[in-house]
């Protein structure tokens, strides 16, 4: 099972905007491109979906303030949670 086009658009837009920022250490930026990279070509492994899970748990406060479809990222954690645990 792999991400439809819609969630890997809300998930990828999401972590670009939060992880883009100066503030993020450079490992982290590093690790969401590979992550992004992955998405695009279809090779996540459960590792990249844990990671995922992770990073969008820990900015689940910024759902609420700075996006407007929260209710499409928690469906995208729900789904990023199960293909973890494949």
Not at 33 to 59: I, K, S
């Amino acid at each position: 099972m792999l991400y439809t086009t819609e969630e890997a658009a809300v998930i990828c837009g999401f972590l670009n905007a939060h992880l883009a920022q100066a503030g993020v250490e450079a490992s982290v930026r590093k690790r969401n491109a590979a992550f992004q990279r992955g998405v695009v070509m279809g090779t996540l492994q459960p590792d990249d979906y844990r990671w995922a899970e992770n990073v969008l748990c820990f900015l689940k406060p910024c759902w609420w303030q700075l996006h407007e479809d929260h209710r499409a990222l928690e469906n995208a954690l729900l789904k990023t949670h199960l293909l973890a645990q494949e």
